[in-house]
């Protein structure tokens, strides 16, 4: 789906209910919601206005308002918020899939974090979401061999929000980090659609050796606060790690592991746990 066509309620089952509430017709998209959900904010609190406009109301389209966000978090003085823009906007209009996975990353955080309700929070002020999109720049900047610019970015992103996920990484669509402090994705991870990670998540190698040395998370898996998965394992289709766990081997699709070293314990209630984002650890769940 690109970025700002298409119907939102198709990537997100809470939408429909949400583009009633704002006034929309049903055919609304996802740059028409965060328009109208700006409107009313500034509405709400004056103090907002200009930084709403400057942000969103401004622009014309997901993509810009996007690579403004991302450049504004990742300036610096020797590289300032232009320069950074002009990189990002070349990644967003070389590859529309980086656009796209990030309306799927705002349909995951607001679909599964009870604490957002609206979309346009989570566009400005998630550092999660904006550590994402940030990766897959540098991502894009790492498959063109501008590894230089992609590693100082990648600093960036650790520096100012608080996680560090390697540029080679391979991420999917429609991933929450929540709260995301502490993250840490190795070189060689791969992250499949619809996963959700909280705080101090690490997927990371063993030791020193070089290649093919990080975890691969598969589709709909939870990973729960404090786990690190460590290795060149994987973590199966709708799994749930739990909260402080360390995995050192493969874990099957659709159970439940916990401990250190961590070891089965149940089987999640529902086939995409990341979705549900239920943390329990009963027996034979």
Not at 80 to 87: A, F, K, L, Y
Not at 147 to 166: F, T
Not at 237 to 257: I, N, Q, R, Y
């Amino acid at each position: 789906m690109p970025a700002t066509l298409g119907p939102f309620r198709d990537i997100s089952p809470l939408a429909a209910a949400h583009i009633r509430t704002l006034g929309l017709a049903p055919e609304a998209t996802l740059w028409d919601i965060m328009r109208r959900e700006a409107k009313q904010a500034s509405q709400a609190e004056p103090l907002l206005v200009n930084y709403l406009n400057a942000a969103l109301l401004n622009h014309n389209c997901f993509e810009v308002a996007l690579s403004f966000k991302l450049a504004t978090k990742l300036e610096s003085a020797l590289l300032p918020m232009t320069m950074i823009r002009s990189v990002i906007e070349e990644a967003l209009a070389t590859d529309a899939r980086i656009a796209a996975a990030a309306c799927y990353d705002l349909a995951a955080v607001y679909s599964r974090d009870p604490a957002c309700d609206d979309i346009t929070f989570a566009f400005l002020c998630l550092k999660g979401f904006h550590a994402l999109q940030a990766q897959r720049i540098t991502h894009w900047l790492w498959q063109h061999n501008r590894r230089p610019l992609a590693k100082l970015l990648q600093n960036q992103i650790s520096e100012r929000l608080g996680v560090d996920m390697h540029p080679a990484a391979h991420l999917g669509r429609g991933i929450m980090l929540d709260h995301a402090t502490g993250i840490v994705v190795g070189e060689t991870a791969v992250i499949e659609d619809d996963v959700s990670m909280l705080h101090s998540v690490t997927l990371g190698g063993t030791g020193n050796e070089s290649g093919d040395r990080h975890p691969k998370i598969r589709r709909g898996v939870l990973l729960s606060a404090g786990c690190k998965i460590i290795g060149n394992i994987e973590v199966g289709e709708g799994a749930k790690v739990g909260a402080g766990s360390v995995v050192l081997a493969d874990v099957p699709p659709h159970v439940t592991v916990a401990g250190v070293p961590a070891k089965i314990v149940g089987t999640p209630r529902d086939p995409e746990p990341a979705l549900s984002m239920d943390h329990s650890l009963g027996k034979d769940e």
